[in-house]
């Protein structure tokens, strides 16, 4: 077994704290990875706090994971040690089902297993995730990390930058189409970068005035203050894509209005309670479509990569060091960052010897 410290919660109520565990150690297929640096996405604190009742613990959470790779197994061929790579939301699925089969894990007819807080298939147990000194991983689930990429700041495409360029590129966004980003966060933020970066007219929707400056500067083309009735009226029926990054109950029917006929909005953000359910009549007087999308297999989420190394696109984030993860969870809350929390694993060390 593999030596391991990390931070945990232990229930839904009290601070995630240093906690000890092991890996297994790297089989044949396996590559083991010294984590550096781990972003902090909002799934985590639903995990932590049991938000969606589901939670096993000690719960060690973590799914944008950038690291050096430490160790490989004897039938690894694509990773060697010194590699940078990366680890997203999945550490394997059943790899039979039609989804796998055409490289869509994140669809796996039979559950992929999630980088954490998921039956692990080796141990029996539960995975534990990059909250942590180390992880091991079946190749197939290893992303290659671009040295043109500032590793910290590429964490956070793990989960983010896939989660917002697989519905861009599903929906063939690209050059003389007007898209429109549903708020500014975590998400949105990616999204506003990767859409310009494929060549789209890109259109952020925010709630907040103070915002505006800022997806200007992230690249948005326009911004529209969504609860502004005349503002939004002007863009009726003209977008051709709205990716809906909003993680909180709202009015689908508000952007519904905007698409043209054939256009199609997709649902990115996954709120606590239902979205009030749209007019049907806003769908079918237009042909417009209202779909959602779930991060994007390995394969696509290489491409990702490969696309954010050619056109420099890394997540603005703040870097935080472990100890203050609690308190990066109570300002996550209050969106008190621009625009992910990365955690420097480098801090960790230290609290081996509490572990």
């Not at 948005?220 to 969504?226: F, G, K, L, R, T």
């Amino acid at each position: 077994m593999l030596k391991a410290v990390g931070y945990a919660a232990h229930n839904a109520h009290t601070p995630l704290t240093p906690f000890a565990f092991d890996r297994r150690s790297p089989g044949p297929h396996d590559v083991q990875i010294e984590i550096l640096f781990c972003g902090v996405c909002h799934s985590d604190l639903h995990t932590a706090r049991n938000e969606w009742h589901n939670t096993v613990y000690p719960a060690v959470p973590g799914h944008e994971i950038v690291g050096r790779v430490i160790k490989v197994g004897d039938q690894v061929t694509q990773f060697k040690a010194g590699d940078l790579a990366g680890v997203g939301c999945m550490v394997d699925s059943c790899q039979h089902c039609p989804s796998c089969a055409e490289g869509l894990e994140q669809y796996c007819e039979n559950g992929f297993v999630g980088t954490y807080n998921a039956g692990d298939k080796h141990s029996g147990g539960v995975t534990f995730g990059g909250y942590a000194s180390n992880i091991v991983v079946d190749q197939k689930f290893v992303l290659h990390i671009s040295d043109k990429l500032d590793p910290a700041a590429a964490a956070p495409l793990l989960c983010a930058g896939i989660t917002t360029f697989s519905p861009l590129r599903h929906w063939k966004v690209g050059k003389g189409h007007k898209v429109g980003i549903v708020g500014l966060g975590g998400l949105g933020h990616m999204g506003v970068k990767i859409a310009h970066a494929m060549g789209a007219h890109v259109v952020l929707f925010t709630t907040s005035p103070g915002k505006i400056d800022d997806a200007l500067r992230l690249g948005a083309d326009e911004v529209v203050i969504s609860k502004d009735d005349a503002q939004m009226a002007q863009h009726a029926n003209s977008f051709d894509f709205i990716l809906n990054t909003v993680a909180a109950p709202h009015n689908l029917d508000a952007f519904l209005n905007l698409l043209k006929r054939d256009g199609a909005m997709t649902l990115v953000g996954a709120p606590a309670e239902a979205h009030p359910s749209p007019n049907v009549f806003n769908l079918i007087m237009k042909r417009r479509t209202l779909a959602g999308s779930l991060i994007g297999g390995i394969k696509e989420t290489q491409e990702m990569l490969d696309f954010c190394a050619e056109h420099g696109i890394v997540s603005d984030i703040e870097m935080i060091a472990i100890q203050d993860i609690n308190q990066a969870y109570e300002r996550m809350l209050k969106s008190d960052v621009k625009y992910r929390f990365v955690i420097d694993m480098a801090s960790l060390p230290k609290e081996a010897a509490a572990a």
